[in-house]
């Protein structure tokens, strides 16, 4: 059975940071890229990052180039996501997905708020 289990969400002030976790398990973690994506209240899903199997190749959505990065230890089957520099507009629930099968884990809640 999949499951893809998020977890690190919570409050944080405006200019916090937080550290999301991912992990996989029920599938070849070892051969998929796999992406973070954020459903803000009232808002469509939006893509934040992405990385690669090899870890070589990390791509990032407009809003949180320089403030983000992404890492993958494929040992544990976990993908992270580091939140620096946080904003009002980063609140939101997060999801990880696993991108090479197309699933989703359940997501994990993210509030920038003073």
């Known amino acids: 059975q999949v499951h893809l289990v998020e977890s690190g969400g919570g409050l944080v002030q405006p200019g916090g940071s937080l550290r999301l976790s991912c992990v996989a398990s029920?599938?070849?973690?070892?051969?998929?890229?796999m992406n973070w994506y954020q459903q803000a209240p009232g808002k469509e899903r939006k893509f934040v990052a992405s990385?690669?199997?090899?870890?070589?190749?990390?791509y990032f959505g407009e809003d949180v180039k320089g403030r983000f990065t992404i890492s993958r230890d494929n040992a544990k089957n976990a993908v992270y996501l580091q939140m620096n520099m946080l904003k009002p507009e980063d609140t939101g629930v997060y999801f990880c997905?696993?991108?090479?099968?197309?699933?989703w884990g359940q997501g994990t809640q993210v509030i920038v708020s003073s």
């Open positions: 990385i690669t199997v090899d870890t070589f190749g990390k």
């Open positions: 997905n696993a991108g090479r099968f197309d699933y």
């Open positions: 029920g599938f070849n973690f070892n051969i998929s890229g």
